[in-house]
């Protein structure tokens, strides 16, 4: 079941004088997920593909000798595909940093004012996807990676 039991955003903004902060989180609780990389590139592995494969699992948490209990078969016997099956299926909690902004605020500054005829400037960071916790491993993949964005702005009002 893919549907969550329970999810949401959580948010709030925070002034203190002229400083400011935004913080915005995402949240899922309850809802499974078929974990494709766990099939394609640790389970079913090929050979070729082990020389070009960054996920440790492929190697470490496999069969390697008689006996071992690890949850993917050896190397040696990745000749044939493993069917799919509800093993590859896992929990799909998370919780999510989506976008943290801080800033500061200069509002009726005299200087400003009567030297540059502005009004207000602001000094603005925002980061996105700052940490995110899960309960599945899964892989965005090189089309869309787990990247942190960081991006700064200067606003003016004249």
Do not use: C
């Amino acid at each position: 079941d893919e549907r969550p039991d329970l999810q949401g955003n959580i948010s709030a903004t925070f002034r203190y004088k002229n400083f400011y902060t935004t913080l915005s989180f995402r949240y899922s609780v309850g809802s499974n997920l078929y974990n494709n990389a766990l099939y394609t590139k640790v389970e079913n592995i090929s050979r070729r593909s082990l020389q070009h494969n960054q996920d440790k699992r492929a190697l470490y948490d496999r069969w390697q000798q008689p006996g071992d209990q690890k949850p993917f078969r050896a190397i040696q016997i990745v000749n044939t595909v493993s069917p799919r099956t509800d093993r590859f299926v896992q929990k799909n909690n998370y919780f999510h940093a989506d976008a943290i902004t801080f800033g500061y605020e200069l509002i009726d500054n005299p200087w400003l004012e009567k030297n540059l005829r502005i009004k207000s400037l602001a000094f603005t960071a925002y980061l996105n996807d700052m940490f995110r916790w899960e309960t599945s491993k899964t892989e965005r993949g090189i089309s869309y990676p787990f990247t942190r964005y960081i991006s700064l702005g200067i606003k003016a009002s004249f």
